[in-house]
């Protein structure tokens, strides 16, 4: 059979297996299950209304729990056991974790990428927004600074290595130490500070998505507001630390928690431009080593990595509600 | 605590397009002045370039004798009551008062003092540890106006502060303003509104703006009595004033005008002997207009339409003459059962007659 054969049948088979799913249920529960019929039909008719949105939110509860939930408890289970997978170790791969020197790097630099990025993009983004507010060419100049956004980690590392290149001929930084008549370096070999040239990777990625949503979120704060700081005598400094930020601190912090979860699932960047070497390991590149090589101790990783994202994932979620209201 | 002179003001926008030219205006210290006019007439505006939110570019404004054209608003000693309110959502009502004074670095015991007095002044003390989210829409207004008392500036600009509330709160607050402007009858305010009820009853002077300029400036009643022309006298007072068009008879201290349908109009309006056989406009307030017995001389006559009976005055709507812009009406005191459909003869006495020529009043020339 053909491919494309095949894939208009599963498209058919779906898409009407979905309708089908919801018509033949709804029928049933109406005509067989609770018949609006004799002396019942009040009662039947609450009842079905009662089950209705259960039987329609089935798929949708069934798919996630077999994709989502399943998989959480499955990795867990995982991590408690030996390379194998066939020895139960309890916490074996946590605490062999832990003592390790590698490990224990992954884990500092994802802290300070978490620090930094979030902090970085969030700032520059909304420097930006504020700057090109009222510019006539301001929508030109977001448009570029959006742009990255397109672009895949992995495309991003790709450029930022010529940029970082050791040759004065292709890397910039070395181009220009060049003219001032030093010699080559390495960017990727500076022991620590190498993290934060690939912390400016990230943060040149997310500082269009900060900007977006801060732009809007500026531009949201009623004028008048603004016009009475003036009247009350602010300077623009102080109209925008004073009078706009904290106006839109809900909108910020949902960026700031926003870019901290993306950060913390990052490993494109570091794979790609170090491999993990020079001390630049981080978590998920740090999981990506032992996956495939030793499951018990990449689901251990990966667990660490989720514990560490839900508290940042339930303040964005609150916050975002927050600001929905 | 001043006076204000404005100076062949313009405003003109992308070096093209007119909003507001020719504006002279002085106004003294302790004034309560209203700007009103229709909605597009460059108030609101004018009130902005007062505040100094929007440039002026042309002519010179004066604050106590000082050109402020080119000064920031902050160094006027102004202090601006915006419509929608405009506090700081995110401050407590004693920040949002006390906001300006941190700015001009006071002392904390200065600002708590100003704060506390304009608290107690606007009866704003038990909400000053409170959010603006969690005020009415009254104690809202309320706080924008505590924020201008505490910076106790010279001049208080309103604009348009009461169109957000509704109109049992709209009462009250109106009467909360005319008390606070009691209190302190050294301050100079401007107040812009559409409300010619505001106008009225708070104006030490109306400022009548139309036609990109000032239509009349006078207290309420001399705008209302004396208007300088149609505009004026169709604008202030409601229903509006009919105009009825005749043609001058009799010239003289007093002046009396054939009316084109037919009846006679006298009016305390002197006239020139010129003015014979001029085609006027005679105005004549709904309020004003009297029933006349069968065979006396009346100004008007036509069939009722519509009445309207609300008890202390009944209103009468005339059917449209063929070729008037607007229907008569007439708004006679008392209850008028009976009316509606029937043909009546309506006069005025002389001194509530008004004639108008080209649209001007023959009153100011």
Not at chain 1, 186 to 215: K, R
Not at chain 2, 39 to 52: N, P
Not at chain 2, 274 to 285: A, E, Q, W
Request: hydrophobic share 50%; net charge neutral.
């Amino acid at each position: 059979m053909s491919p494309v054969l095949q894939g208009f049948i599963t498209i058919i088979v779906g898409v009407g297996g979905c309708v089908a799913y919801f018509y033949a249920s709804n029928l049933i529960l109406d005509k067989v299950i609770f018949p609006a019929r004799h002396d019942d039909h009040g009662r039947n008719i609450n009842r079905a209304t009662m089950v209705r949105p259960w039987l329609f939110l089935f798929p949708a509860v069934f798919a996630l729990g077999l994709y989502l939930v399943y998989p959480v408890v499955g990795s867990f289970v995982r991590s408690l056991y030996n390379r194998a997978g066939d020895e139960f170790i309890g916490f074996g791969n946590y605490s062999q974790m832990f003592s390790e020197e590698g490990f224990r790097t992954a884990l500092l630099n994802n802290i300070l990428w978490a620090l930094v990025v979030p902090a970085g993009a969030t700032f520059l983004g909304l420097l930006v927004a504020q700057l090109t507010d009222k510019l006539r060419w301001g929508n030109f100049a977001k448009s570029l600074i959006f742009m990255p956004m397109a672009i895949s980690f992995v495309g991003a590392s790709l450029i930022w290595k010529f940029v970082y290149a050791n040759d004065p001929d292709i890397g910039i930084i070395n181009a220009l130490r060049d003219t001032m008549g030093m010699g080559p370096v390495d960017p990727m070999q500076i022991p620590f500070w190498n993290n934060f040239f690939l912390m400016v990777i990230l943060i040149w990625i997310q500082t269009g998505f900060a900007m977006v949503i801060l732009s809007a979120a500026l531009r949201g704060i009623p004028e008048e507001t603004i016009e009475a700081a003036i009247i009350d005598g602010a300077n623009p400094f102080q109209i925008f630390f004073k009078i706009k930020v904290p106006q839109i601190m809900g909108t910020i912090v949902v960026v700031w928690t926003t870019i901290t979860i993306l950060v913390l699932k990052v490993f494109d960047i570091v794979y790609a431009m170090t491999g993990g070497n020079f001390d630049t390991e981080i978590l998920p590149s740090y999981m990506m080593d032992y996956m495939f090589r030793d499951d018990g101790r990449a689901t251990a990783v990966a667990f660490v990595i989720m514990i560490i994202v839900l508290p940042v994932m339930v303040w964005n979620i609150r916050q975002a509600r927050k600001e929905m209201r | 605590m001043a006076n204000l002179k404005l100076k062949d003001v313009a405003k003109t926008y992308g070096g093209t397009i007119d909003v507001l030219k020719n504006i002279n205006l002085d106004i003294k210290q302790g004034e309560l002045i209203v700007f009103v006019g229709p909605s597009g007439c460059g108030k609101s505006t004018l009130l902005r370039m007062i505040a100094g939110l929007e440039k002026i570019t042309g002519g010179t404004l004066e604050i106590d004798g000082q050109l402020v054209n080119n000064v920031p608003p902050a160094q006027r000693g102004i202090a601006m009551v915006f419509q929608s309110y405009a506090l700081y959502p995110h401050m407590t009502v004693r920040d949002n008062m006390s906001f300006a004074l941190k700015i001009a670095k006071k002392s904390p015991e200065e600002i708590e003092k100003a704060v506390a007095k304009a608290a107690k002044i606007l009866q704003l003390d038990d909400y000053l540890d409170r959010l603006p989210k969690a005020l009415s829409g009254g104690q809202r207004q309320r706080v924008a106006i505590g924020r201008s008392i505490v910076r106790d500036p010279k001049v208080y600009l309103f604009d348009e502060p009461l169109s957000n509330l509704d109109a049992a709160l709209r009462v009250a607050t109106r009467i909360e303003i005319a008390q606070l402007k009691e209190t302190m009858p050294d301050s100079t305010m401007i107040y812009v509104t559409h409300d010619q009820v505001e106008a009225m009853t708070l104006a030490t002077r109306i400022v009548v703006l139309a036609n990109k300029g000032i239509a009349q400036v006078g207290t309420p009643l001399e705008l209302y009595e004396r208007p300088n022309g149609e505009f004026v006298a169709q604008f202030i007072g409601s229903p509006a004033m009919n105009l009825l068009p005749g043609e001058v008879i009799a010239t003289g201290p007093q002046t009396t005008v054939k009316m084109a349908n037919g009846g006679v109009a006298v009016s305390d309006y002197p006239t020139l002997d010129s003015d014979m056989g001029r085609k006027v406009n005679v105005g004549v307030r709904p309020e004003d207009f009297l029933e006349v017995a069968t065979g006396a001389d009346f100004i008007f006559n036509g069939k009722v339409n519509i009445t309207e009976a609300l008890g202390e005055v009944t209103l009468l709507y005339f059917e449209k003459e063929p070729g008037a812009s607007d229907a008569v009406i007439g708004k006679l005191p008392g209850i008028h059962s009976g009316l509606r459909g029937t043909e009546v003869k309506l006069g005025a006495v002389p001194a509530k007659v008004h004639i108008f020529a080209d649209g001007e009043s023959l009153l100011y020339r």
